[in-house]
């Protein structure tokens, strides 16, 4: 897990520090307990992403640095100066200027998981038994990058997430940088090629469902849609993620936001060290 790796986790701290928002002291007397330092209550919220764990266990995994209600109420305050998107967003500008975004081939899918506590934005998991769960629809570049997605319930079709997820490139102006978005068969419909169209992506590659009577051998069309899958994958290995925890929306988000901050402070390091010897 290279989110545990300290000189990543230094760096997306450095560039996390800036944007948490200045603390303003309004203790009459000025004789309460030292507050908690910042970056302790980030470990923490890292750990808890990773190992998927309650706040309680996190905060005994981190030797009881910090207690879980003051890292619950710090997470919470960042979730709402907005944090965690601005984090990302200012690391994919980065990955962009260092490395280059290569959206010529662009793909996005969805990703079913657990939400048990229910809450806003999760909803019945056809895959889990009717059971509470939640959705993220993502695209990504060629390399895999996530350049934008959108969450709902795990209820929720991928296709009424393909415009939300659409609207999240568009958002960072990279929608006209794409020549092609490769769909898996589950958006076969011409809702979907229409949806497209209004957004200028004519070149769309769809795998074709399969009819019946069609010969067992039939060939779909994949697309390459191997990248996105691949970077599903690097995302459920964050605890959190795999099974959230969180009833709210935006804590959800947030959590994703860092897990794909930590996937691209990682991409750069290695970029970095791409002429390294061997150790």
């Excluded at 207690?67 to 601005?86: G, Q």
């Excluded at 991928?158 to 589950?186: E, F, N, Q, V, Y």
């Excluded at 099974?243 to 988000?253: L, M, V």
Aim: proline share 6%; net charge positive.
């Amino acid at each position: 897990m290279r989110a545990l790796d300290r000189e990543v986790i230094d760096a997306v701290w450095k560039s996390f520090e800036p944007l948490l928002p200045e603390h303003v002291d309004n203790h009459p007397k000025g004789g309460h307990r030292p507050r908690t330092p910042d970056r302790i209550v980030f470990h923490l919220i890292l750990v808890r992403l990773v190992c998927g764990c309650s706040w309680v266990d996190a905060e005994a995994l981190c030797g009881w640095q910090v207690s879980d209600t003051t890292a619950r109420a710090r997470f919470k305050l960042w979730v709402c100066h907005d944090v965690f998107r601005r984090a990302f967003e200012h690391a994919l500008d980065a990955y962009d200027r260092i490395i280059g975004l290569d959206l010529s081939e662009v793909a996005v899918d969805g990703s079913l998981h657990k939400a048990p506590q229910g809450g806003d934005g999760t909803g019945p998991n056809p895959t889990d038994r009717g059971r509470s769960g939640w959705k993220w629809s993502i695209g990504t570049d060629r390399n895999g990058i996530p350049v934008g997605w959108a969450t709902d319930g795990a209820n929720r079709h991928d296709i009424p997430l393909l415009a939300p997820t659409l609207d999240s490139i568009a958002g960072r102006h990279l929608l006209a940088d794409i020549d092609t978005i490769h769909l898996d068969r589950g958006y076969d419909a011409n809702t979907v090629r229409a949806t497209l169209a209004g957004y200028g992506l004519d070149d769309a590659v769809i795998a074709k469902r399969r009819k019946p009577g069609d010969p067992p051998h039939t060939k779909v069309g994949l697309g390459l849609r191997w990248p996105v899958e691949r970077t599903n994958s690097w995302l459920v290995n964050y605890g959190q993620l795999r099974r959230n925890t969180d009833r709210k929306r935006a804590h959800r988000e947030a959590q994703l936001a860092l897990a794909i901050v930590f996937i691209l402070a990682a991409k750069l390091i290695d970029w970095r060290n791409r002429w390294d010897p061997p150790t």
